[in-house]
């Protein structure tokens, strides 16, 4: 195979899929893995796509590898935000008991909670404050603190996680796409989402405009494991799935 065709190729599953692994060029393509990691850097170098670790995403898609600070976060898009938790708020009744994630998204949804006999468990610090002076019921999950996120993660965090079965798990992400699902850029919060969401009933992802195609280092859920609640969609591919709920007012 001409060297030409086969960046066309690798172009063409890019551009169809979004984003793409070394080993899927490999298997897709039949060629070996020096020829593919080749070929992404010299595709990345004339613009034609971003080489990210472990593969590749089309031009448009942004990948993030580390976190911004809590500070930095909560002035973003505070209006998709709001639009957003006022709809999650309604969605928790009397006798739920929910995991509310760390994240600036979910924070703001407990403004906005009436429900004072549904019961909270939360890895977000300034969360569970936050639901105790709201006259919530609350418990907070024992671990390592993460400074940038406000959040406890780690390996006891998940032990105790593993103990309770939710009804609703309300998640913040750093990235929505629709192969590589919800991405956050830490191993360890990654690990803590991905077992609340385990343990939860129904998981709602509270996502403004901004999340969709954005990666970031780890996956923790798949697309269609959480319903993802947003305000308006402006990339095509999203307005057919069938678990995103628009909430735009305007």
């Known amino acids: 195979m001409l060297i030409e065709e086969r960046h066309r190729q690798i172009l063409d599953i890019v551009e169809e899929r979004k984003s793409v692994t070394i080993q899927e060029i490999i298997d897709k393509l039949n060629i070996s893995e020096s020829t593919a990691r080749r070929d992404l850097t010299v595709l990345d170098a004339h613009g034609q796509l971003i080489k990210v670790h472990g593969g590749a995403t089309a031009l448009g898609m942004n990948y993030y590898t580390k976190d911004d600070d809590v500070s930095y976060r909560q002035d973003l898009n505070r209006e998709e935000k709001r639009e957003i938790v006022e709809y999650a708020a309604t969605l928790i009744r009397s006798n739920d008991f929910v995991y509310l994630d760390a994240g600036t998204t979910t924070e703001m949804l407990i403004d906005y909670i009436t429900e004072k006999n549904a019961v909270f468990v939360t890895n977000g610090t300034v969360h569970a404050k936050k639901l105790a002076q709201n006259g919530c019921r609350t418990y907070i999950l024992g671990g390592e603190l993460k400074v940038a996120t406000e959040a406890v993660v780690g390996a006891e965090a998940v032990a105790g996680l ?32 991905r077992v609340a969401m385990k343990q939860c009933d129904d998981c709602y992802a509270l996502a403004d405009s901004s999340k969709f195609n954005h990666i970031s280092s780890v996956t923790f859920a798949d697309f269609e494991k959480a319903k993802i609640i947003t305000t308006s969609i402006k990339n095509e591919e999203y307005k057919k799935c069938k678990n995103i709920l628009e909430v735009n007012k305007r």
């Open 162 to 193: 593993e103990k309770y079965n939710f009804t609703k798990g309300f998640f913040g992400t750093n990235g929505i796409s629709l192969q590589k699902g919800f991405t956050t850029p830490d191993v360890s919060e990654a690990m803590v989402k």
